[in-house]
């Protein structure tokens, strides 16, 4: 009997639902970089107002508008 | 001689009684008499010499003394001058200084109002692009909330962007 291997769990928000094609592509994304099977627990945040951010071992992976947005402000702080 | 009376033995007896009561006279009385009279005239000009030498001594110690009390004027004439300028380097000191201070002061609140300037304008810069990108968002969540398309185009290109993140 084969022993199921447990796969490890990477959190997605993302600001607006996601196609099943859009979840593929990151899932395969994160895999190669991870080099493991995972499995998504997607979760919407319009509070994002575009793009993604993800849960990677601990690794926030912001690429979210509002993330964007806050660097931009940033910036312009600094400035 | 008889004639009249007159013994002449009698008369050169008395001569020479009379002479020798000179003698003792002179010995007696006319040596110690001259002796004191030339004392008394040398105590005299003894005297004389000795005030001489007094008024002398008076006129050099009111001399010395005019000359102490000139030297002593003209001395503390020196001194107050030399005060009076000292006074006057003391006094111009303490304007300087003053003056001196008080353009540090003014520099030091010129910084200080300039540097409280700054900060409130930087407080103010921050605060207006806190509410620029706090609008941008807003406007942004509401142009793609009602755009689907826009939506799934955001969506896209973060899929892309992770694409290109290399592997570690």
Known sequence: ?79 | MDKLGIDGQVILAQLVNFGILLLILFKLIYKPVQKVLREGKEKIAESIKLSEKLVKDGENIEKRKKKVLAEADNQGRKMIVAAEKEADGIVAEAKEKTKEEAIKVKKDAEEKIEAQVKEVEKVLETKSIEMAVSLASRILKEAIGKNEEIDRKIVNQSINKLKNIKAD
């Open chain 1, 1 to 79: 009997m084969e022993e199921e291997v447990k796969k490890e769990i990477v959190k997605v928000e993302a600001a607006t639902k996601l196609t099943s094609e859009e979840e593929k592509e990151i899932k395969d994304k994160v895999e190669e970089m991870l080099g493991c099977e995972i499995d998504l627990e997607i979760e919407v945040n319009p509070d994002l107002i575009g793009g993604l951010k993800l849960n990677i071992r601990s690794t926030i992976l912001d690429i979210s508008l509002k993330s964007a947005l806050e660097k931009v402000k940033q910036d312009l702080i600094a400035s």
